[in-house]
C-alpha cells in the first residue's frame, strides 16, 4: 500500500493555496519524493513528513518548476548531517540540468550531501520487493520525460469460489484489472 502527500500540484506559477510540483510516496520503509518543486523542503514540514529516510528522488523532467527545490532540501539534509545517499532518476536531458545546477552552486562533482545519478530508460525504475517502480516516456513540449507507475505486490490472491459465489465471471476481472493499470499507466497492454 502506498501513502501519498501531494507537497505540490501548482505548475510555474504557484499560488497562496498550491506549491510548485512535488509528491511524496511512502511505501512500507521507503520515502520517494517526486519532483522537487521550490518550496518543497517547507511542504514536507507542514505536511508532518520531515526528512528522514529520503533517499530517493525521481524526476519527470528538467523544467525549474520541478528541481528548483533540490538545492534548499539538500542544504538542509546537510545541515541535519544526513549522511544516506540520494540517488537521482531522470532522463538524461534532466539529469544534465540538475549536474549543472549543482555545479552552479557548489562547484563541479561536488554537492552538500552524497548523491548518485541514475539515467531513465523505459522499464523497472526500482524494485524493493513488497512494491516496484516503473516509468514510460510521455510527451511535455520539447523535454525527454517520463511518467511513474507504482506497483505494490499483490498481498491476497483473487480466489476463484469466492468470485463464482458472487457471480462476477473471473476472465472480466483480469480484463478489467489489466485495462485499469493501463489506464493509470498510461499503457494499453496493462504493464509499465
Do not use: Y
Not at 520539447?142 to 480466489?159: I, N, V
Amino acid at each position: 500500500m502506498f501513502a501519498l502527500t501531494f507537497l505540490g500540484t501548482s505548475a510555474s506559477v504557484p499560488s497562496a493555496e498550491r506549491n510548485h510540483p512535488g509528491l511524496l510516496v511512502e511505501a512500507g520503509s521507503h520515502r520517494i519524493l517526486v519532483d522537487c518543486g521550490e518550496g518543497t523542503q517547507r511542504q514536507l514540514l507542514r505536511a508532518g513528513a520531515g526528512f528522514r529516510r529520503l533517499d530517493r528522488l525521481l524526476l519527470t523532467h528538467g523544467h525549474f518548476d520541478h528541481v528548483l527545490g533540490i538545492p534548499g532540501l539538500f542544504s538542509t539534509l546537510r545541515l541535519r548531517r544526513s549522511s544516506e545517499v540520494m540517488t537521482i532518476h531522470g532522463s538524461p536531458g534532466t539529469l544534465d540540468v540538475i549536474v549543472r545546477m549543482l555545479a552552479g552552486l557548489w562547484g563541479e562533482g561536488k554537492a552538500p550531501i552524497p548523491i548518485e545519478f541514475a539515467s531513465l530508460t523505459e522499464g523497472s525504475v526500482i524494485d524493493a520487493g513488497e512494491f516496484a517502480v516503473g516509468c514510460f516516456p510521455v510527451r511535455h513540449r520539447k523535454t525527454d520525460s517520463f511518467g511513474f507507475c507504482f506497483e505494490s505486490k499483490a498481498r491476497r490472491h483473487l480466489r476463484p469460489d469466492r468470485v463464482d459465489a458472487l457471480g462476477v465471471r473471473t476472465d472480466l476481472c483480469a480484463a478489467s484489472c489489466a485495462r485499469q493499470v493501463g489506464e493509470l499507466c498510461g499503457r494499453q497492454n496493462g504493464r509499465c
